[in-house]
């Protein structure tokens, strides 16, 4: 662990997402919606270090304290594709203005960081001034959480677990999905820098059983739903994606209602992120019973 002192509050990087988790899991459990990626990927890299899979050297996981020690913000950056943007949670101004001093002074350089508003305008900011650049909007996310699920119209089939025998179709339209989202929000495929999950990974996704297919009536898979394992009690749904040529059938309210359903059968709060430039998707989960919590953004500089 490394400690940077600031005016009213310090830095803590943490290397350990284990030791992270430690120092900020009260905090992390408080708002456990806002905090549901950095959550449940400091848990899941925790399950994996103890499995022997060795961590990135670049890897940091942040922690924000006040003068009386108490936790006040988090982020990390573990992000497994360039340009590794950091993700940060809410915390203080000050805070997120000298986090961009912090990694200036440490020599990192940081083209894109995502998370919550307005900590990231504000390190991305205070980055452009140090060393130049301009900030740039990637994407405007939007996260939201189930309250009463509200039923769709039924569509014929039904929802299926996706198995280790499934992983290169589901690869195949995890790809797409990414894509696909940027088309529809009227970006250039790949302008939203994520990446398939290593196929370990989706190996791992599926083995848990937090892949499903909805099927036809003839039990041919025509979309994709996914799912997060519980982080402190909330489950994140994602990916949801349908091939262009089954669209418009109720295929995915279909199945995320009914994913919703069972995570919350589980005792589970489910939430999802939506593109804020692709109205259609942010309609159908309106439609199913979700509701917007906080606004985030991807922010790329450029230089």
Not at 139 to 162: I, K, S, W
Not at 244 to 252: C, E, H, L, S
């Amino acid at each position: 662990m490394t400690a940077v002192p600031m005016a009213t509050s310090r830095l803590q990087f943490h290397t350990d997402p284990g030791e992270f988790l430690a120092a900020a899991g009260d905090h992390l459990a408080a708002d456990p919606v806002i905090s549901t990626v950095v959550a449940a990927f400091a848990h899941r890299r925790s399950a994996q270090q103890a499995d022997g899979i060795a961590q990135p050297d670049r890897d940091w996981w942040l922690v924000v304290r006040d003068e009386s020690g108490t936790v006040v913000g988090a982020g990390m950056r573990t992000a497994p594709f360039a340009p590794y943007p950091p993700f940060l949670l809410p915390m203080p101004d000050e805070a997120a203005v000298a986090l961009a001093r912090t990694l200036h002074e440490r020599g990192e350089e940081v083209l894109a960081i995502n998370g919550a508003l307005p900590a990231v305008e504000l390190c991305a900011a205070e980055l452009t001034r140090l060393g130049g650049g301009r900030v740039q909007v990637r994407q405007h996310t939007r996260l939201h959480e189930l309250g009463e699920l509200v039923q769709p119209e039924p569509a014929p089939g039904g929802l299926v677990a996706a198995t280790e025998d499934d992983v290169d179709l589901v690869t195949e339209w995890f790809g797409a999905f990414m894509g696909d989202a940027d088309e529809q929000a009227g970006r250039p495929r790949g302008a939203s820098a994520h990446e398939v999950p290593e196929r370990a990974e989706l190996l791992r996704r599926l083995r848990a059983g937090r892949m499903w297919f909805w099927v036809d009536k003839e039990g041919q898979p025509v979309h994709l739903t996914g799912a997060n394992p519980p982080s402190y009690g909330v489950a994140r749904v994602g990916p949801v994606y349908t091939p262009p040529t089954q669209r418009g059938r109720g295929w995915a309210s279909n199945a995320v209602a009914e994913v919703s359903r069972r995570l919350q059968a589980e005792g589970a709060r489910v939430c999802l992120f939506t593109d804020q430039a692709n109205p259609t998707s942010n309609k159908v989960y309106a439609r199913l019973g979700y509701r917007a919590v906080v606004d985030m953004a991807n922010l790329v500089i450029v230089r």
